[in-house]
Nanobody, 125 residues
Framework: QVQPVESGGGLVQAGNSLRLSCVVSIEKFMYATIAWFRQAPGEEREFVAAINWRLTANYGGSMEGRFTIARDNEKNTVSLQISALKPEDAAIYYC???????????????????WGQGTQVTVSS
C-alpha cells in the first residue's frame, strides 16, 4: 500500500515562506507523477502543482510565481515551497501520487491513485 506522508505545515505569518515535504514509499518512485492539492474550510479541493519524472512542472492558475514544486528521486521526496504566504493560502495541503504517471502532470484529482493525510497550513495576518 502506497501511503504518501506530508510534513512541514504549521502556523506561519503572512509574508513568510514555508516548505512542505512529501515522502512516498513506492518502487520506481522516479517514474511517478506527484502532485499537491489543497483544501480550505468550506471550499473544494484545488490543484496546486504537479511534477513528472522529467521534472516538468505544472501549476494551478493562481499558483505560479509563489509556489515551487521540486523532487528528489534519491530520497523519494517531493517538496512544495510557498513564498510570500497570504491568509488565503491557509488550507490542508495534500500530496497525491500517480505511480505510473509518465509524462502526465494532470490537474485532475481522479488521475492520482494515492493520497496522504494532509498537512495543515495556517497563515496569520
Amino acid at each position: 500500500q502506497v501511503q504518501p506522508v506530508e510534513s512541514g505545515g504549521g502556523l506561519v505569518q503572512a509574508g513568510n515562506s514555508l516548505r512542505l515535504s512529501c515522502v512516498v514509499s513506492i518502487e520506481k518512485f522516479m517514474y511517478a507523477t506527484i502532485a499537491w492539492f489543497r483544501q480550505a474550510p468550506g471550499e473544494e479541493r484545488e490543484f496546486v502543482a504537479a511534477i513528472n519524472w522529467r521534472l516538468t512542472a505544472n501549476y494551478g492558475g493562481s499558483m505560479e510565481g509563489r509556489f515551487t514544486i521540486a523532487r528528489d528521486n534519491e530520497k523519494n521526496t517531493v517538496s512544495l515551497q510557498i513564498s510570500a504566504l497570504k491568509p488565503e493560502d491557509a488550507a490542508i495541503y495534500y500530496c497525491a501520487v500517480n505511480p505510473t504517471g509518465g509524462l502526465d502532470i494532470s490537474t485532475m484529482e481522479r488521475q492520482y491513485d494515492y493520497w496522504g493525510q494532509g498537512t495543515q497550513v495556517t497563515v496569520s495576518s
